[in-house]
């Protein structure tokens, strides 16, 4: 199940049953019980949406799964532990509703300036609000935790813990297709139009791939206009692990990309990567695929990653989203 907007769930006898936190009667509910279990400050977009809001309503399904009642964008009078999203929620607002007693937890990716490539403020704006109200801090790759202090902003108690995706919706098929009397196919993903997501890795390959060996598709907002590559727009997770499914190997071309949610999503459906050797790319796929450092190396990796792709793809390890949220209840509760 999922959480959009103000959509959480809670706890009432054995059962996790949804409700929205604006009605009246979660409010008295609330206001008997002074709290829920946990506060989550983060704004939800509606979906398809990127790799945040995704790992989030998944990792808040899963709490809700075990009985852990969350209550959004505030902080009941008894709640205990409040985990607060990048920059994605009101800053005013959550310093309003901080207070002695409630541990919290901020969840990191970036640096942003890093990641877009250009510096609005907005790393600034997360290192105060770190330094001022967090106790301890979730970052989502080592390579972000490096970045970060390469920036000189050091962290409140820091902890290293990768997302991970719902098992549900993406897993591996039940059969593939032999690569023997067809294409391979590629396919990447991103919901995001920033160059650094792999423009020019994508518009490289479209012109000069061997189209008679591969075809390639792209899921999401497309950077540019593709003549060869087959781009489709954003579609809901069941609609895009399908796709995935449908595919062999997955192109992950962002760089400085902290930890990619596509990229994982792509992973945990069985196909073996070729990525950019930057950003967190590395730590997520281990020996389930094969680096590039430039888009002309990319044919020969392939190549190579297809010559292996059964010994790549037994390679693939993601984290379940079970020990995710052990982690973050570990650091949740101090």
């Given at each position: 199940m999922t959480v959009h907007g103000a959509l959480i769930r809670a706890r009432r006898a054995a059962r996790v049953v949804g409700r929205e936190l604006s009605t009246e009667v979660d409010r008295a509910r609330y206001r008997r019980s002074g709290g829920a279990d946990l506060a989550l400050f983060h704004e939800f977009a509606p979906a398809p949406t990127g790799g945040g809001h995704q790992f989030l309503r998944?990792?808040?399904?899963?709490?809700?799964?075990?009985?852990?009642?969350?209550?959004?964008?505030?902080?009941?009078?008894?709640?205990?532990?409040?985990?607060?999203?990048?920059?994605?929620?009101?800053?005013?607002?959550?310093?309003?509703?901080?207070?002695?007693?409630?541990?919290?937890?901020h969840r990191l990716d970036?640096?942003?300036?890093?990641?877009?490539?250009?510096?609005?403020?907005?790393?600034?704006?997360?290192?105060?609000?770190?330094?001022?109200?967090?106790?301890?801090?979730?970052?989502?790759?080592?390579?972000?935790?490096?970045?970060?202090?390469?920036?000189?902003?050091?962290?409140?108690?820091?902890?290293?813990?990768?997302?991970?995706?719902?098992p549900a919706i993406f897993h591996p098929p039940a059969a593939r297709d032999p690569l023997d009397a067809r294409k391979a196919r590629l396919i990447a993903v991103s919901w995001s139009d920033n160059p650094n997501k792999g423009a020019e890795v994508f518009a490289w390959l479209d012109e000069n791939l061997d189209w008679?060996?591969?075809?390639?598709s792209f899921v999401g907002r497309s950077p540019a206009a593709f003549l060869r590559i087959r781009v489709r727009g954003p579609v809901p997770s069941r609609e895009l692990a399908n796709e995935l499914r449908r595919h062999d190997v997955y192109v992950a071309a962002s760089r400085n990309d902290p930890c990619s949610n596509a990229l994982l999503e792509a992973l945990a459906?069985?196909?073996?990567?070729?990525?950019?050797?930057?950003?967190?790319?590395?730590?997520?796929?281990?020996?389930?695929?094969l680096p590039f450092v430039s888009a002309e190396e990319v044919p020969e990796v392939l190549e190579r990653l297809l010559g292996e792709v059964d010994d790549r793809r037994g390679a693939i390890r993601v984290p379940s989203l079970e020990q995710v949220a052990d982690r973050y209840l570990e650091v949740l509760r101090g």
């Open positions: 998944a990792l808040v399904s899963e709490l809700e799964r075990r009985g852990v009642a969350v209550e959004l964008n505030r902080i009941s009078r008894a709640t205990p532990a409040c985990l607060f999203n990048s920059f994605n929620f009101d800053f005013r607002r959550l310093r309003r509703f901080a207070r002695p007693g409630c541990r919290m937890v970036g640096p942003i300036g890093v990641y877009r490539g250009f510096d609005d403020g907005t790393d600034a704006r997360i290192a105060q609000v770190n330094g001022e109200l967090a106790d301890a801090t979730v970052v989502q790759s080592q390579f972000s935790l490096e970045a970060h202090r390469e920036l000189g902003i050091e962290l409140r108690e820091p902890v290293v813990i990768a997302n991970a995706v719902d008679e060996r591969y075809e390639m459906c069985g196909l073996p990567a070729v990525y950019l050797a930057s950003g967190g790319h590395p730590e997520l796929v281990g020996d389930g695929g």
